[in-house]
């Protein structure tokens, strides 16, 4: 024969002295109330649950389970997809100017590759050809077509007009670009003077008394030998030179021309009858 269950008798226990105990609106009647004790487990939980459930239904304090009156559930209001039926903010216009400002900059620096790639070719081809002697009177409008050409001229270097280009800076040190016209005469004695770039000097040797003694100011007739330039562009943010204080900025071709009484024509030496030597002191030396 079989044991009884313990728990069974707590749990009539229980049962027979808190349920039976209810109050008489509460409390079963013997001819409904269940044999099983599970079915009895539930009907006591179904009436201790009706005071609630009824405060629930009619919409009291506890309908919502203590949650703010005003709360919505999100089954109440289902999501929507953003901006529909709007137009599109600034942001999408943005990220789609970006794609085609890189491919237009991108055809930009193709093109300037090509034009630098040309330029320097037609330079590099130039510089094979043997060197042209410039003649006395040049027109200003070929200048263009000759860029980077070797020339060479015959005359004397006017030290009493040179102009200091500057301050500018090589390795490191300050100095300034030497510019000296050259004046010319043919058979017939005319006279014609071109801009003459001699290079560069450190800030300490601009005195001519200085480079004089070194034997840099060469004296008589010379021959020069160069490039012929076409003249620099300026822009807005080009300092603007004084030529009554003798402070020169920037290589303006036709106002250095007028100043000096030359003509627009700028020729970069690189070879003349003297040799060019390196000197820690004074930059260069011409012997």
């Not at 943005?94 to 300037?112: D, E, H, K, Y």
Request: net charge positive.
């Amino acid at each position: 024969m079989s044991k009884p269950n313990p728990f069974l008798h707590l749990f009539r226990r229980y049962y027979t002295q808190h349920v039976l105990k209810a109050t008489p609106s509460t409390r079963l009647r013997p001819s409904t109330a269940p044999q099983c004790l599970r079915e009895r487990f539930q009907t006591q939980f179904k009436l201790r649950l009706q005071p609630t459930l009824r405060r629930h239904m009619a919409g009291g304090p506890d309908s919502n389970n203590g949650l703010d009156p005003a709360f919505v559930s999100i089954l109440d209001r289902p999501a929507k997809m953003a901006r529909v039926g709007r137009q599109h903010g600034y942001g999408l216009i943005i990220l789609a100017v970006i794609p085609v400002t890189a491919f237009v900059l991108g055809c930009w620096q193709v093109q300037r590759l090509g034009w630098k790639t040309d330029l320097v070719a037609r330079f590099e081809d130039r510089l094979t050809f043997p060197p042209l002697e410039l003649p006395l009177r040049i027109d200003p409008d070929a200048i263009q077509e000759f860029d980077f050409r070797r020339v060479w001229a015959k005359g004397t270097l006017r030290h009493d007009q040179e102009m200091l280009i500057g301050p500018r800076m090589l390795e490191g040190e300050e100095g300034y670009t030497v510019i000296t016209p050259l004046e010319r005469t043919d058979e017939k004695g005319n006279v014609s003077k071109i801009l003459c770039n001699r290079g560069w000097i450190k800030k300490d040797t601009a005195k001519q008394w200085f480079r004089k003694q070194q034997g840099a100011l060469p004296e008589g007739e010379v021959v020069i030998e160069g490039l012929l330039r076409a003249p620099l562009k300026g822009n807005m943010f080009t300092p603007r030179n004084q030529p009554e204080q003798g402070k020169w900025f920037f290589p303006n071709v036709q106002e250095m021309a007028e100043w000096s009484g030359s003509q627009a024509v700028w020729v970069e030496e690189t070879m003349s009858k003297w040799r060019r030597l390196w000197n820690s002191n004074i930059g260069y030396l011409i012997e």
